[in-house]
């Protein structure tokens, strides 16, 4: 992955026959995504105090267009830079969970906005592209398939 240099990026823990990394399961994604959102709230809040700097008035996030997109800008990067930067963001990391590509490259832009756009389309109709990893054999959701990539358990007790 794209670590910083002397840094260590963590362990994938393998499967009981040792043939690959061990899946992220949906509670525990669901927990990764708990974490996050957290996370996200209080950088929506920073990026709104930013905006009410610059433009003082009354912003209404799904009514105002331009303020919308600037916090999904905002969301967006958030997670992309995370991906990028070891594949962890802060719920990942407290979870144990890492961000692999299939191709065993770092996850890049494309696919970091690819994977971002889709898990939209996954929680639309009643979060079934999440609950589809219950019952896919790799336990991965839609936005996983289509980006390219997977959810990983990591460190000693994945």
Not at 18 to 28: M, Y
Not at 43 to 50: E, I, K, R, S, W
Not at 101 to 123: E, I, K, M
Request: aromatic share 12%.
């Amino acid at each position: 992955m794209s670590a910083k240099p002397g840094t260590k990026p963590p362990e994938l823990t393998l499967d009981r026959h040792e043939t690959g990394p061990v899946a992220c399961g949906f509670v525990r994604r669901t927990l990764v995504m708990l974490y996050d959102a957290v996370v996200i709230l209080a950088l929506m809040m920073f990026a709104t105090g930013l905006a009410l700097l610059i433009h003082p008035a009354t912003l209404t996030a799904g009514k105002d267009v331009c303020y919308s997109l600037y916090l999904l800008a905002v969301w967006f990067l958030y997670l992309a830079w995370c991906w990028q930067h070891g594949g962890l963001t802060l719920g990942m990391r407290a979870w144990r969970v890492h961000l692999v590509s299939d191709n065993a490259q770092p996850v890049g832009w494309v696919q970091s906005g690819l994977r971002f756009a889709v898990s939209f389309v996954s929680a639309l109709p009643l979060g079934a592209g999440y609950i589809w990893s219950i019952f896919d054999r790799e336990h991965r959701a839609w936005h996983d398939r289509w980006s390219r990539s997977r959810l990983c358990r990591t460190g000693p007790s994945a």
